[in-house]
């Protein structure tokens, strides 16, 4: 995630010098060229930052799945012993 932001600020960083080497010394075309970098910027950090929360969301859910899987598994062991227990229980017909 660390990673992610520090992209999004180097873009931001190269965007703002783009602009500034853009304009003819222009401040308000400056200042708004860095306005729509900025913004294009946190776009592209608040999608980073979905992609990130996506991802360990996924990671949580593989764990979670694999730890009941185990309990399912071992469920379905006990299942099956108690099922051998009743069958052998059961009289011949």
């Known amino acids: 995630m660390k990673a992610s932001l520090l992209l999004a600020l180097v873009c931001t960083a190269v965007l703002a010098a783009g602009a500034r080497a853009d304009s003819p010394r222009e401040p308000e075309t400056l200042v708004q060229k860095v306005q729509e970098y900025a913004q294009k910027a946190t776009a592209m950090a608040k999608s980073a930052f979905s992609v990130v929360q996506e991802s360990e969301a ?20 006990w299942l099956k012993e108690k099922l051998a227990e009743l069958w052998k229980q059961m009289p011949a017909a």
């Open 58 to 77: 996924a990671q949580q859910a593989r764990r979670w799945l694999s730890d009941k899987a185990d309990l399912a598994k071992q469920r379905l062991v």
